[in-house]
């Protein structure tokens, strides 16, 4: 069997590895690792809540081995990919680190993901599995992946949580207690995979037609979330309570679920962040950390303003982030929620930034940290690449550790992303302070991100490019009150033609596309703006729908 994975990737160069390693950035130890080390010394503590299930290090070990060579007996074998489709729950997280144990590779699908995105992303990756729940808010993901596995030679493995279909596999059964298994441990510690092998694929937020996948090795991974515990303070006592989608890098491992089980504390799974379920959780569990999104932070001040429970007592750290935290919020975080604010700027590709717990008021709700690690390599660059000084905003590009190289098996995606000698360029437009902390101005990517979500304007544009009677189409952000953007459609149709936003929101579901890159609003004019060398001109777009919206509530 040829490995795919390896052929896709794109390494650090030998000198930088041979680096990391001397300077103790790679611990050379595989992810499932660190697990088995907490287990071994805190076996009866408590690691993974949900709901009424509670397991403890010893039997999340336990479960993770038995899992892991559940998988193996399936068929999977190490390099494999799985694609990974569930909610916030212990079943989401015994079956990663199984993955991290037997060298499969989980691909982080979001649970909003539907078959346009899945079918792509499992055929790039020639994932043989998926894990997917039954039904959910009557999505019937199984029968979705029943779909997948129809028209995909290489997925011949569905597993399901919850009711499954007699042709499928239970995912219950893979995940259960070891007992029938015995000497999992033993004999997966001898096949254990190479810690600069691929330990996940996390998906990018997108700025290019199709979804890339970014191959996180085990070494660097493990790094992002050593790092981004000691920014964090994650000790023993940490109660992590997770609700953003646990797939994403941010609840995930900066320092979020994977960080919190490697520390010792405990996590807790919830599959949303909706407040009076969160508070309650939190109140019950004493939780002392947690992560949000900007939209949502905002809405658990709202709602703590309007019920002034004492519910969240033992919250001590929120940490928000995912897009632009603006600083009216920031500053109500401390005095609302009584919970210390860490602003996250960070990116599925790598570079993690924090304000750090201990940073004055000013920089906290100011500011979008500094890098979590001093061995991240950044610069803010103008047009012509030269650096900038400080206080001059500009293109930041950045290297490190746990910043990959380039994207899998995207070579032109890569050209774009990545300079020769191995700068990501993210397309965010930031300004560094001279006392080291960056401030996110803008960006100078075509994507639009819908309060954490991220939608590329040019996958959505090519599928509105289907439309017969559509000439022209340009994806832009338009601002909203809570979400910081959404998604706004200009087109030109053909003349005597009409389209509508519900035609084209209809289109859209039918092609299968998650629900949040669906335009919420629609421009239609008799042509659009261009710049001098022909290309929409978005900036013209932008400030129009603003300026429209703007109208619109004066009218009101
Ligand atoms: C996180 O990761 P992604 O991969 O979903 O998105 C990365 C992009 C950044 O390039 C930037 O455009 C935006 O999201 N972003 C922010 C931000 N945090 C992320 N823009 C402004 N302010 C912030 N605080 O979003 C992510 C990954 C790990 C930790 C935190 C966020």
Same mark, same amino acid.
């Given at each position: 069997?040829?490995?795919?994975?390896?052929?896709?990737?794109?390494?650090?160069?030998?000198?930088?590895?041979? *680096?990391?390693? *001397?300077? /103790?950035?790679? $611990?050379?130890?595989p992810?499932?690792?660190?697990?088995?080390?907490?287990a071994?010394?805190?076996?009866?503590?408590?690691?993974?809540?949900?709901? &009424?299930?509670?397991?403890?290090?010893?039997?999340?070990?336990?479960?993770?081995?038995?899992?892991?060579?559940?998988?193996?007996?399936?068929?999977?074998?190490?390099?494999?990919?799985?694609?990974?489709?569930?909610? =916030?729950?212990?079943?989401?997280?015994?079956?990663?680190l199984?993955?991290? *144990?037997?060298?499969?590779?989980?691909?982080?699908?979001?649970?909003a993901?539907?078959?346009?995105?899945?079918?792509?992303?499992?055929?790039?990756?020639?994932?043989?599995?998926?894990a997917?729940?039954?039904?959910?808010?009557?999505?019937?993901?199984?029968?979705?992946?029943?779909?997948?596995a129809?028209?995909i030679?290489?997925?011949?493995?569905?597993?399901?949580?919850?009711?499954?279909n007699?042709a499928?596999?239970?995912?219950?059964?893979?995940?259960a207690?070891?007992?029938?298994?015995?000497?999992?441990?033993?004999?997966?510690?001898?096949?254990?995979?190479?810690? &600069?092998?691929?330990?996940?694929?996390?998906?990018?937020?997108?700025t290019?037609g199709?979804?890339?996948?970014?191959?996180?090795?085990?070494?660097?991974?493990?790094? =992002?979330? %050593?790092?981004?515990?000691?920014?964090?303070?994650?000790?023993e006592?940490?109660?992590?309570?997770?609700?953003?989608?646990? @797939?994403?890098?941010?609840?995930?491992?900066?320092?979020?679920?994977?960080?919190?089980?490697?520390?010792?504390g405990?996590?807790?799974?919830?599959?949303?962040?909706?407040?009076?379920?969160?508070?309650?959780?939190?109140? *019950?569990?004493?939780?002392?950390?947690?992560?949000?999104v900007?939209?949502?932070? #905002?809405?658990?001040?709202?709602y703590? #303003?309007?019920?002034? @429970?004492d519910?969240?007592?033992?919250?001590?750290?929120?940490?928000?982030?995912?897009?632009?935290?603006?600083?009216?919020?920031?500053?109500?975080? %401390?005095?609302?929620?009584?919970?210390?604010?860490? #602003?996250?700027?960070g990116?599925?590709?790598g570079?993690?930034?924090?304000t750090?717990?201990?940073?004055p008021e000013?920089?906290?709700?100011?500011?979008?940290g500094?890098?979590?690690?001093?061995?991240?390599e950044?610069?803010?660059?103008?047009?012509?690449?030269?650096?900038?000084?400080?206080?001059?905003?500009?293109?930041?590009?950045?290297?490190?550790?746990?910043?990959?190289?380039?994207?899998?098996?995207a070579?032109?995606?890569?050209?774009?992303?990545f300079?020769?000698? /191995?700068?990501?360029?993210?397309?965010?437009?930031?300004?560094?302070?001279p $006392?080291?902390?960056?401030?996110?101005? /803008?960006?100078d990517? $075509?994507?639009? =991100?819908?309060?954490?979500?991220?939608?590329?304007?040019?996958e959505?544009? @090519?599928?509105?490019?289907?439309?017969?009677?559509?000439?022209?189409?340009?994806?832009?952000?338009?601002?909203?009150p809570?979400?910081?953007?959404?998604?706004?459609?200009?087109?030109?149709?053909?003349?005597?033609?009409?389209v509508t936003?519900? #035609?084209?929101?209809e289109m859209?579901?039918?092609?299968?596309?998650?629900?949040?890159?669906?335009p919420?609003?629609?421009?239609?004019?008799?042509?659009?703006?261009?710049?001098?060398? /022909?290309?929409? =001109? %978005? %900036?013209?777009?932008?400030? &129009?729908?603003?300026?429209?919206?703007?109208? &619109?509530?004066q009218?009101?």
């Amino acid at each position: 069997m040829t490995t795919h994975t390896s052929e896709g990737t794109v390494p650090w160069p030998a000198d930088l590895a041979a *680096r990391f390693r *001397r300077e /103790g950035y790679w $611990d050379d130890r595989p992810l499932g690792a660190y697990l088995l080390d907490t287990a071994d010394r805190l076996p009866d503590k408590s690691a993974v809540v949900d709901g &009424d299930v509670r397991l403890s290090y010893a039997e999340l070990a336990d479960r993770v081995d038995a899992a892991a060579e559940r998988l193996l007996q399936l068929g999977l074998k190490a390099d494999d990919r799985i694609m990974v489709q569930l909610p =916030n729950g212990w079943q989401f997280t015994v079956l990663t680190l199984a993955c991290f *144990r037997a060298g499969i590779i989980p691909v982080m699908a979001l649970p909003a993901h539907r078959r346009y995105e899945l079918s792509f992303l499992t055929e790039l990756s020639e994932s043989r599995a998926i894990a997917v729940p039954d039904v959910i808010k009557d999505f019937d993901h199984q029968a979705l992946a029943e779909g997948l596995a129809s028209t995909i030679p290489s997925l011949e493995h569905i597993l399901v949580s919850g009711a499954v279909n007699p042709a499928n596999t239970r995912l219950e059964d893979i995940l259960a207690p070891g007992a029938d298994v015995p000497g999992a441990r033993a004999r997966l510690d001898a096949a254990a995979p190479a810690a &600069d092998s691929p330990a996940l694929f996390l998906l990018s937020g997108g700025t290019t037609g199709l979804p890339k996948l970014i191959v996180r090795t085990h070494n660097d991974y493990a790094y =992002n979330i %050593k790092a981004t515990s000691a920014a964090t303070a994650v000790t023993e006592d940490t109660v992590y309570l997770g609700t953003l989608p646990a @797939s994403h890098n941010f609840p995930l491992a900066c320092p979020g679920i994977l960080g919190i089980l490697f520390a010792g504390g405990r996590a807790v799974m919830l599959p949303s962040p909706e407040p009076r379920k969160a508070f309650a959780t939190i109140e *019950r569990e004493r939780v002392t950390l947690s992560t949000a999104v900007p939209a949502v932070a #905002q809405r658990w001040v709202e709602y703590q #303003q309007e019920t002034g @429970s004492d519910q969240l007592a033992s919250l001590e750290v929120l940490q928000v982030g995912g897009s632009r935290l603006p600083d009216e919020i920031a500053q109500k975080v %401390k005095p609302v929620l009584g919970a210390t604010l860490q #602003q996250v700027f960070g990116m599925a590709e790598g570079l993690i930034n924090t304000t750090r717990l201990d940073d004055p008021e000013e920089v906290i709700c100011t500011t979008q940290g500094r890098p979590v690690s001093e061995a991240d390599e950044v610069r803010i660059v103008d047009e012509a690449g030269e650096d900038l000084p400080d206080g001059i905003p500009g293109s930041i590009l950045t290297r490190g550790p746990y910043t990959p190289r380039g994207y899998y098996r995207a070579p032109e995606a890569n050209a774009r992303a990545f300079t020769p000698d /191995g700068w990501y360029a993210s397309g965010d437009i930031v300004e560094r302070r001279p $006392d080291g902390n960056l401030i996110v101005k /803008g960006r100078d990517k $075509d994507m639009i =991100n819908r309060g954490g979500e991220k939608i590329s304007a040019e996958e959505i544009e @090519s599928l509105i490019y289907r439309i017969e009677d559509v000439t022209m189409a340009a994806a832009v952000s338009m601002p909203d009150p809570m979400l910081g953007e959404r998604l706004c459609l200009y087109i030109t149709v053909k003349p005597g033609r009409d389209v509508t936003l519900e #035609q084209i929101q209809e289109m859209l579901r039918e092609t299968g596309v998650a629900a949040f890159k669906i335009p919420e609003h629609l421009v239609v004019l008799d042509e659009l703006p261009t710049t001098k060398v /022909g290309k929409i =001109n %978005k %900036k013209d777009l932008r400030a &129009d729908i603003a300026e429209r919206l703007a109208a &619109d509530i004066q009218a009101h």
